[in-house]
Every structure is written in structure tokens, then in C-alpha cells.
């Protein structure tokens, strides 16, 4: 079950700048648990995009930034480009379920 | 390169069993946790099942007391043990590895998934 939630949907033009975000609850996201974001291409495997709240793996490009301020978190996406159409889901740890949670995922569309 | 490769899945009856397998290669599988993940057609993600490097187990709610998790170092290779399955654990399941070496714990590799498909 999804305790994260989040926009089904955004878009935006090319070069445009889009934010998803990802609200939890005090058990989750508000008991300190670090976020984490995946990006899912399409019939692929997810990839992690960001990692506790801000990191970016490497090859991953600046253009993804990601943020964390008392139970939710935020992906941005700056300079938007074709190639980041995709589904993309937040992920955290919840105390209360004693379980890894992941976001309900939002689609990212480029107009 | 990391690669985790998953097979086992297909088409089983309500109330089935079914074991699930992950091959591992590319790292020390012995030093890293490593867990389950499925997918829904359609849905979004939902954790499973993890197994530590000690052996411990952990489940969501949703499959405790039906699935088991187990892992094999010498093989390099993780299981999934489904049993009692209902038409609800009908998904793609994804192994990935558990990280935790840079300092925040997140999934960092997952395999490409081995679709069960629950019906009569």
C-alpha cells in the first residue's frame, strides 16, 4: 500500500521547470527518515534518481534536485527534456509499519 | 557491473505456490541486503519482503505468514517462497539491493522483473 502520496500527474514544456511532490506523515517522512526518488522509463526497471533527500548518484544530471522539509519532500526537475517523460516515485521508511513505503508515483509528461 | 537477474515467475492458481529467484552478480552479495519489490500492471510500487546479511527477514503486512525470503551467498542468489497466493499478488517482482555506503539507505540496482500472474 502507498502511505506516500503524490500528483498522478505533471507536465511541462521543454526547458520548463516541474516540481513533484511527496507528502508523508510522522511516522514516515516527519520521524526523520530520509527520502528517496526513483525514475521509472517506460517497461523498465526503476532507477534511483536521488538518494537521502538531495544526492544525486553519479550520471545522474543536475538538472534533478531533490529537497526535504518536515513530513514531505520534493523532486524538481529543471530544463526539461523528452527524455525525462517517465513515472516517478518517492520512497521512505515508516516506523509504525516497520516496512519500506513508497509514493503513490506521478507521470511526468512533456507537452 | 552489477546485475541482478530474476526468474521463476508465470501463471499459478489461487492458492498456489511459487518460488521466486534472483541471481546476483557483479558485487560481494554476501555484504549487502537485499529485498523484493512488486509492481501491479499498472500501479505503483509495493516493498515485500527484505533479507539482511545475518539472515534476518523482514515483511509487509500484506504478505507475512504466506511469503518467505531466503538467500543463498554461495550461489549469489536470492528466493522469494510464495504460497497461499490470491489474485491481489498478481505483479512484476523486482529483487534490488539494499545500500547503505553512502551514509543514506535506498535501493541502489534492481533487476528487470519476473511477472506472476494469480488466476484460475
Known amino acids: 500500500q502507498s502511505v506516500l502520496t503524490q500528483p498522478p500527474s505533471v507536465s511541462g514544456a521543454p526547458g520548463q521547470r516541474v516540481t513533484i511532490s511527496c507528502t508523508g506523515i510522522?511516522?514516515?517522512?516527519?520521524?526523520?527518515?530520509?527520502v528517496h526518488w526513483y525514475q521509472q522509463l517506460p517497461g523498465t526497471a526503476p532507477k534511483v534518481l536521488i538518494y537521502g533527500n538531495s544526492n544525486r548518484p553519479s550520471g545522474v544530471p543536475d538538472r534533478f534536485a531533490g529537497s526535504k522539509s518536515g513530513t514531505s519532500a520534493s523532486l524538481a526537475i529543471t530544463g526539461l527534456q523528452a527524455e525525462d517523460e517517465a513515472d516517478y516515485y518517492c520512497q521512505s521508511y515508516d516506523s509504525s509499519l516497520s516496512g519500506y513505503v513508497f509514493g503513490t508515483g506521478t507521470k511526468v509528461t512533456v507537452l | 557491473e552489477v546485475q541482478l537477474v530474476e526468474s521463476g515467475g508465470g501463471l499459478v492458481q489461487p492458492g498456489g505456490s511459487l518460488r521466486l529467484s534472483c541471481a546476483a552478480s557483479?558485487?560481494?552479495?554476501?555484504?549487502?541486503?537485499m529485498h523484493w519489490v512488486r509492481q501491479a500492471t499498472g500501479k505503483g510500487l509495493e516493498w515485500v519482503s527484505a533479507?539482511?546479511?545475518?539472515?534476518?527477514?523482514y515483511y509487509s503486512g500484506s504478505v507475512k505468514g504466506r511469503f518467505t525470503i531466503s538467500r543463498e551467498n554461495a550461489k549469489n542468489s536470492l528466493y522469494l517462497q510464495m504460497s497461499s497466493l490470491r489474485a491481489g499478488d498478481t505483479a512484476v517482482y523486482y529483487c534490488?539491493?539494499?545500500?547503505?555506503?553512502?551514509?543514506?539507505?535506498?535501493?541502489?540496482?534492481w533487476g528487470q522483473g519476473t511477472l506472476v500472474t494469480v488466476s484460475s
Open positions: 510522522s511516522s514516515n517522512i516527519g520521524a526523520g527518515y530520509d
Open positions: 533479507i539482511g546479511t545475518a539472515g534476518d527477514t
Open positions: 557483479g558485487f560481494t552479495f554476501s555484504s549487502y541486503d
Open positions: 534490488a539491493r539494499g545500500n547503505s555506503g553512502s551514509g543514506s539507505y535506498h535501493f541502489d540496482y
